[in-house]
């Protein structure tokens, strides 16, 4: 049995941390328990934001700039779909179970 590939793997990843580097959010997917704090951290040296897709969500970061972070405590189950606004190709998800 061969292990992974990390560069394959698209799956759920579980933990509660974000990193934003080389223009994309690692893990694109990430789940977690209602309650959990996620943080997200800026590597790269431009600005980022981690914003809701679509209108109503409740990810709205500033600007962050290199080393920055951003942390969010999910309350409620459910998919919740972010994007970068400055860059909108870069986008992931937040998988939250009870």
């Known amino acids: 049995m061969s292990p992974p ?3 394959a793997s698209s799956a759920p990843v579980t933990g ?4 934003i580097e080389n223009f994309a959010f690692a893990p694109a997917t990430l789940k977690v328990k209602v309650g959990t704090k996620v943080t997200w951290t ?4 431009d600005a980022h934001t981690v914003t809701s897709s679509g209108s109503g969500g409740p990810l ?3 600007a962050l700039d290199t080393h920055a972070s951003y ?3 999910f309350t ?5 779909a972010y ?3 400055i860059h909108p190709f870069m986008t ?7």
């Not at 509660?16 to 990193?19: E, R, W």
């Not at 409620?76 to 919740?80: A, D, L, N, T, V």
């Not at 992931?92 to 179970?97: D, F, G, L, M, Y």
């Open 83 to 85: 994007l970068c606004t």
């Open 92 to 98: 992931a998800t937040v998988e939250v179970t009870s």
């Open 42 to 45: 800026n590597q790269d040296t």
């Open 60 to 62: 709205h970061s500033a």
């Open 16 to 19: 509660s941390t974000v990193a």
């Open 5 to 7: 590939s990390a560069s």
């Open 76 to 80: 409620k189950p459910g998919s919740y």
């Open 71 to 73: 942390s969010f405590t």
